[in-house]
């Protein structure tokens, strides 16, 4: 039985990807009965899906010290308030709800707290390297990791002793807009739009002002500089080609809407973006991936990717992820 279910959801204020991320599978939850809380850094926003919202104090205030505890964890500053106030509004959460699971994108720390009070954990594993001692304390700690990218990428995130990588469950690329149908290819005889995220470019303004210049085809912006898209879908259906990073929910919109790609993954923590571009890069995908945005022939390149068929992403994104995440969450939550 998934009715009656307490999940929690712990967002990363880091961009938008986490937030995208939770409604979507919670939109699948809530449909079954079980009762979505949000915790997080962000102000509320209500959300058919989520029953609740706990907005958390910031602990990245002042002049955080001692952070890693000895290399032990990630941030857990020495004395902070803000910390010690944030950490004490999950526990206090957890003891006035009882949660079944939580759910942690991303933070080793939260996953950490929420097992120490004896609460089963799902978290998030994201690509790249995390052999560093704070990933693999978390990531030893939770029952069952998910990884939004599909198996066929192969496993893009490395540094896992075999028991934790044996427990990653790939459930595909998960993007918040149902995914393009359709047999045959769209025409793609229209522009370039170039996706940005509130995360951080992959591309200097100068980078951005050459590919204006020489693209041969007009150049929309989204996101990034360009001020932040709450709802990039139509500009994504109309795309002849999209230059976008290599984050994962970014990829997972473009995947749905069926564009061919120019990928470009900006500099991340845990190289996390270029593990993605390596996979997109070695496989059989609608994309060219570049180092940097910037190509001796624009308008050659652009005829390139245009030309691939956008429905070569249904293995990335298929339009189940989310319903997948769902099934994981009910699984752990059930558990006794």
Known sequence: MSAGLRVGW?????GHGHLHRALAVAGVLAADGVEVTVLGSRPAEPHPSVASWVELPRDDGGEPRAVTANGTLHWAP?????????????SAWIA????????????????????????PVVAVVQP???SDAPHLTGLRAADVLVACWPAAAGML????????AARVVTVGGLSRFPVASG???????????VLGGSGGDAWTPEQLDLLRRDAGRPVRELGGA???DPDPATALAAAAVVVVH???????EVAAARVPAVVVPAERPHHEQHATARALAAGDWPVRVLPTLAHDDWPGLLDEVAALDGRRWSAWCDGDAAARFADVVRTVGNRR
């Open 10 to 14: 712990y967002v990363h204020h880091h």
């Open 246 to 252: 290599a984050g994962q929910n970014a990829l997972a």
């Open 128 to 130: 790249g390297d995390r």
């Open 78 to 90: 020495r004395h902070h308030e803000g910390l010690r106030a944030r950490m004490h509004a999950i």
């Open 226 to 228: 360009a001020g932040w």
């Open 96 to 119: 006035a709800t009882r949660p079944d699971v939580v759910v942690c994108d991303v933070s080793q720390e939260v996953a950490l707290l929420c097992r120490l009070h004896g609460v």
């Open 157 to 164: 995130v490395s540094g896992l002793p075999p028991e934790v």
């Open 183 to 193: 047999a045959a290819p769209v025409p793609r005889g229209g522009g370039v739009l």
